[in-house]
């Protein structure tokens, strides 16, 4: 048919990661929303455990949700726009899927809430979630991808 492409590795590595990240942030924060008791897996270690978080990483600008929201809009419209521009290669392709998954994750948490919902939580870091984990090691990819290529 005339005027439908055909999706390419790029974009079905891309889109599918982003969906992933999405689809287990959403079960996983569900789970926790609706278990409120909170789980030790580790005693005196690790955790699992609803908190809320207005703020950004390490609940840094708490109580900032409208400017993280409207910040974490503008970083997935620059990466969705400068799509084309991502090199067809495994690695950047990945970094920037994590970090957009990631970044709609708690874009919904901030619509729907008014908070981002974390439940991970170790006793010497503060709590995080599965967008917030994806986020971080799409940062950690494209650091890597990027002094790879020097």
């Known amino acids: 048919m005339k005027g439908i492409k055909k999706l ?3 974009a ?22 609706h278990n409120q008791q909170g789980i030790e897996v580790i005693e005196g270690l690790f955790n699992i455990v609803m908190t809320t978080n ?3 990483a390490f609940s840094m600008l708490e109580g900032y949700n409208s400017i993280l929201l409207f910040i974490a809009l503008i970083v997935v419209g620059v990466i969705l726009f400068n799509y084309p521009k ?15 998954g990631g970044a709609i994750g708690n874009i ?26 994806a986020i971080s090691i799409g940062a950690v ?3 890597w991808w990027i002094v790879k290529k020097q």
Do not use: E, H
């Not at 079905?12 to 929303?33: H, Q």
């Not at 991502?86 to 957009?100: G, Y």
């Not at 729907?112 to 979630?129: A, E, Q, R, T």
């Open 86 to 100: 991502i090199p067809d290669q495994r690695l950047p392709v990945t970094a920037f899927a994590l970090i957009t």
């Open 54 to 56: 207005t703020g950004a």
């Open 108 to 133: 919904t948490d901030r619509v729907m809430l008014g908070y981002v919902v974390d439940f991970i939580n170790f006793s010497f870091w503060p709590s995080f979630n599965v967008a917030d984990s």
């Open 8 to 10: 390419d590795g790029k």
């Open 12 to 33: 079905v590595l891309f889109f599918s990661a982003v969906v992933l990240v999405i689809i287990l942030d959403r079960i996983t924060k569900f789970i926790i929303v």
């Open 141 to 143: 990819l494209l650091i």
